[in-house]
């Protein structure tokens, strides 16, 4: 594509001599690279694609087949695009076993203003805290829906009014005071006077809730050894952009590449890596053992690197043994605090895990067999081949 783009270029611009100089033929040639190393590192890529390659070749098979996650209240396994679609089939399908809780869930989940939950949420609490302390007065069990602290603070927000009648509010039409009119009003119901514990246990509950949120599925795959294993071919789901923002993108970089004729101090260049790095959410990892067995898993762009230690600990067989992780170009990962985006680690890396050599010449000095793999036997039992 870059050598494209330079042709492109060639051909609208005027003729001009062929350089006579080493100097100026080597200075085209720079030119050159310095476009295709622009495109590459947009692109996240360790080289351009060779022209030369097959279909076969260019059509290879993903690593992984996109981005999964798991539903913490139905245990379904979903893709990423279809996320929100099963959060609200989920709650839906929760108010058949408990309604209050589901209405609570669908208010703090589909909300996005935190803020305004915030506010609402109190309200809400402050209401049904005044029935559980002054039981006696008729005064609070009625919730005028005209009322301006309703109308601004809890009207606004999805679910609410379900939750209202899941802690047994009706709606009533009740004539006001004074004058010929009537107003519409949520009204408690006589026999929750009865459960008043309930109704405390209810605004327990809706400030304690937290936002219903799928949790990312690592999709855990061992290998075995293969000279492939710093091979990755990622599907879109590992990408921030959309096909056309990427065509557009890579337009953008490539005339860009023609005007930075100047140099870029060391800060600019780093600025400009950590904006690459935000165009992922997600990133592939593979942990390279020193038997060569691989072990893979997905993770969110801008999670620690602890969080790939704790991975890798949960699948040993002696999960105590101490071990490092070193990066591409053998970089210890000693900052467990740092983001993988952070790290370079994005949107894909092969890391390699050393054992501790105090603890392994112990190991072997004490005569202890060891088993063939440090994995965990039920990872093994599914131990892959990588294509």
Not at 6 to 12: K, P, Q, S, T, V
Not at 261 to 277: C, D, G, I, N, V
Not at 292 to 303: D, I, K, N, P
Not at 353 to 365: K, P, Q, R
Request: charged share 30%; hydrophobic share 40%.
């Amino acid at each position: 594509m870059a050598a494209a783009a330079a042709l492109a270029r060639m051909e609208l611009k005027p003729k001009a001599k062929p350089p006579s100089s080493q100097g100026a033929i080597k200075n085209q040639g720079r030119r050159f690279l310095e476009d295709a190393a622009g495109v590459r590192a947009w692109l996240g890529c360790k080289a351009l694609p060779d022209p030369a390659f097959s279909d076969k070749e260019a059509a290879a098979e993903p690593s992984v087949s996109g981005v999964y996650f798991i539903c913490p209240l139905t245990s379904a396994v979903v893709r990423k695009d279809e996320k929100e679609k099963h959060i609200r089939e989920a709650i839906q399908s929760y108010f058949s076993v408990d309604p209050v809780a589901a209405s609570i869930m669908e208010i703090h989940t589909f909300n996005k203003d935190r803020e305004k939950v915030r506010v609402g949420v109190e309200t809400m609490a402050k209401y049904l805290d005044n029935i559980y302390l002054h039981p006696e007065e008729e005064k609070y069990q009625k919730i005028k829906l005209q009322n301006k602290v309703f109308q601004e603070r809890i009207n606004c927000l999805e679910g609410i009014h379900r939750f209202f009648q899941s802690v047994g509010f009706e709606t009533k039409t009740l004539p006001v005071p004074g004058q010929d009119t009537t107003e519409e009003y949520y009204v408690l119901k006589e026999e929750m006077l009865t459960k008043l514990e309930d109704l405390k246990d209810y605004k327990e509950q809706l400030l304690s809730c937290e936002p219903l949120r799928l949790q990312l599925d690592r999709q855990l795959c061992v290998f075995k050894p293969s000279a492939e294993a710093a091979r990755f071919e990622l599907p879109n789901d590992f990408y921030n952009l959309t096909a056309e923002e990427i065509k557009r993108e890579q337009r953008l970089r490539t005339e860009a590449v023609e005007k930075a004729s100047m140099l870029r101090t060391r800060a600019m260049r780093e600025k400009e890596e950590q904006r690459e790095m935000r165009k992922y959410n997600y990133t592939l990892l593979r942990v390279r053992f020193p038997d060569g067995y691989l072990l893979q898993g997905t993770f969110y762009a801008r999670e620690p690197v602890s969080v790939l230690y704790n991975f890798v600990r949960e699948a040993l067989r002696d999960n105590w043994l101490p071990f490092e992780l070193l990066g591409p170009g053998g970089l210890k990962l000693t900052e467990e605090n740092l983001a993988f985006n952070e790290c370079g680690l994005v949107p894909s890396a092969l890391l390699t895990l050393v054992w501790d050599a105090a603890v392994m010449s112990d190991i072997e000095a004490s005569g202890q067999e060891q088993p063939a793999s440090p994995l965990k036997p039920e990872l093994l039992s599914n131990v892959q081949t990588l294509s």
